[in-house]
């Protein structure tokens, strides 16, 4: 066995969840080696929008997401490199129910000192002057909020995991596990064995696949995600630090985008996708959307509500890419239950790029320690264990579904 093919952790998959992860232990003075199909980034993550909003229905997930913020600061000092825009965030209801919702949210936010409040549509027309206001019953304001550019925070990553000794590997998909005396001891991957006594699947969108091949369970289903970028607009201010909005009654989150404006939509009936039906060298960043598919069309009419000058006119791009959603809307994350050395690290239902910072600390904790300070039962990886109804894959698939159509559903304390 060549030392340099083994290692003490294999990471399968190169995009925000396996290079936080891989710099976490590498940081722990681990040997990582990052096994990743094609390029780093050319899954999930080099598709992102980088919103980075805290505020969670649940406090758990919301005080995981502070802390992975405290991470990206303290990368930004060791490295020097601005990686976070604080841009705040509006939640905005034109509804009674949302309405409500938005004050629960902030009673929530405050019982664990999360810095929000209710302001009122003057103040959010100062903060984010381009949104229609006038029909806003309640609107909460969160100034730690803001965003990441993806590629930067996944650079960071890297560098760090590389200063630390935690190898790359470009071109060297997973083809299957090699397991003896009932644990998995390494992978083949692109033609050669690496071995490790431990092993994460961090490949996202394919992480049911490498499931599949390790006979482990990853309840997931790859759903289509859209968004627009419009360009400066005449007469349109839109400044590089406007607040973000989340309106959850028109499907709709937004951020600033160098003069213009970037808006996704969570749309309520997605694309489903097959990874296996991808070539092999399927490169998700070469997506293109279709500018006059009912997806396309569904987006621009949910901005349009918000934003009134956004329409089929407006000189925008679309990107295209594909989420990992879960049946109830958070990650899977910790050791397989089937196979003794196999960890799952995947599931982000549309949020993992700003998740990677926390859950690389999660991860590590458990690779090294077998626990965590953090509480993390939402996202344990064997939790659907007993569920029987999820041993029938299209449930799974219509779970998975319904959560990505229900993603702006009205939260219910
Ligand atoms: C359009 C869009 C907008 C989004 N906006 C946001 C946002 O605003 N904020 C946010 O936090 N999240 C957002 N997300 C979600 C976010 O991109 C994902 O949750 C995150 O990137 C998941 O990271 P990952 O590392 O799990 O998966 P990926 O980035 O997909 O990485 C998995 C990697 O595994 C590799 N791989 C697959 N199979 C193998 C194999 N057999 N062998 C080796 N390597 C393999 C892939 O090539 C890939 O590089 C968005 C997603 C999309 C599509």
């Known amino acids: 066995m060549s030392s340099e093919n083994s290692a003490d952790v294999l990471i399968i998959g190169g995009g925000a969840a396996g290079c936080s992860v891989a710099m976490q232990l590498a940081l722990r003075k681990l040997r990582v080696i990052v096994l990743e199909r094609a390029s780093l980034g050319s899954g999930s993550t080099g598709r992102a929008a980088g919103l980075v909003g805290q505020l969670r229905s649940n406090s758990r997930e919301t005080l995981l997401l502070k802390k992975g913020l405290e991470v990206v600061q303290n990368l930004e000092a060791q490295s020097d490199t601005k990686l ?26 405050k019982s664990i000192d999360f810095e929000i409040d209710l302001v009122d549509s003057a103040e959010a027309s100062r903060l984010l002057p381009c949104m229609k206001t006038d029909d806003l019953i309640e609107i909460a304001y969160c100034p730690s909020d803001g965003h990441f550019q993806p590629a930067e925070l996944l650079a960071a990553y890297v560098k760090t995991a ?3 000794g935690a190898v790359f590997k470009i071109n060297t998909p997973f083809e299957k596990p090699i397991i003896q005396g009932g644990r998995i001891q390494g992978v083949h991957a692109g033609g050669q064995n690496y071995y490790a006594p431990v092993v994460v699947n961090a490949a996202g969108p394919w992480s049911s696949l490498v499931g599949r091949k390790t006979e482990t369970s990853v309840p997931t289903a790859t759903l289509g995600h859209f968004y627009l970028i419009a360009r400066p607009i005449d007469g349109i201010p839109i400044g590089s630090h406007d ?24 749309e309520a009936e997605p694309i489903e996708y097959d990874m296996e039906k991808f070539p092999p060298d399927f ?24 934003f009134p000058f956004i329409n089929e006119r407006t000189p925008m791009t679309v990107t295209h890419g594909i989420m990992t959603f879960t049946p109830d809307g958070f990650p899977l994350c910790g050791p397989a239950d089937e196979l003794e050395g196999l960890f799952h690290c995947t599931g982000f239902c549309g949020r993992g790029v700003f998740q990677s910072t926390c859950i690389g600390l999660v991860m590590a904790d458990l690779i090294t320690k077998g626990s965590t300070e953090y509480d993390i039962d939402h996202i344990i990886s064997n939790r659907f264990k007993n569920d029987q109804s999820l041993i029938n894959p299209e449930t799974v698939q219509v779970k998975c579904r319904e959560r990505y159509s229900g993603h702006y559903g009205v939260w219910k304390k």
């Open 84 to 109: 976070f825009e604080k841009t705040g965030s509006l939640h905005v209801a034109s509804t009674e129910s949302r309405a409500e919702e938005i004050r629960a949210f902030v009673k929530m936010g």
């Open 283 to 306: 490169d998700m960043p070469n997506m293109k959307p279709e500018r006059d598919s009912l997806n396309v069309a569904m987006l621009i009419d949910n901005a349009s509500k918000r």
């Open 162 to 164: 590389r200063k630390e």
């Open 243 to 266: 607040a973000a909005i989340r309106d959850r009654g028109n499907r709709i989150y937004t951020r600033p985008e160098v003069g213009g404006i970037l808006i996704g939509t969570y």
